[in-house]
């Protein structure tokens, strides 16, 4: 990381949750579940806002919290998170945009349930560059556990945040 390097951590504009079988829009749920048994497996899109203008990133995370009433289990779960380039709501929804890009990837510790860090600075360097193109990000499980591991959407507990190093962009570029 340069030594000039900024930081910002930023709280997400919007949040949605994406669960199989919702046929309309409804509130935003307290928790995501990443990976569990197909009728608890959900997805979640969040968009930041772009806060700190023309930039050069240096390093990017996603932060996410584990409900407060996670209980453990004996799986952790693997998280991929990739650019949302499709409209969305805020809420909870059976629809899924598409996504692209870098991929970024953690682990979804379950054992006690911990807090989540994920390296996303291919993303968010993606989103800084064609900002018209992205609506945010698209979190979910890349392979399935009995359990899953569930996180805060901010309703009851710490919402997802991002956590974003950076550098202003000189005049000349």
Partial sequence: MARDSRRVVLDPVALAVVRAGARQQSALPPTVTFGGPPHQNEQLLVDFADRWGPVDVDTAFLLLEPAV???????????????????????????????????????????????????????????????????????????????GAVYSTGIDGPAPRLDVYYRPRSPAR
Avoid: F, M, Y
């Fill in 69 to 147: 009433d996670a209980e453990p289990s004996a799986n952790d779960v693997e998280i991929g998170v990739a650019v949302a380039v499709g409209e969305w709501a805020s809420g909870t929804s059976g629809d899924l945009p598409s996504s692209h890009g870098p991929h970024g990837s953690g682990v979804g510790r379950t054992r006690p349930p911990a807090a989540l860090r994920i390296d996303v600075t291919a993303l968010v360097r993606e989103i800084a560059k064609q900002p018209e193109s992205a609506h945010g990000l698209l979190v979910r499980a890349t392979r399935p556990s009995p359990r």
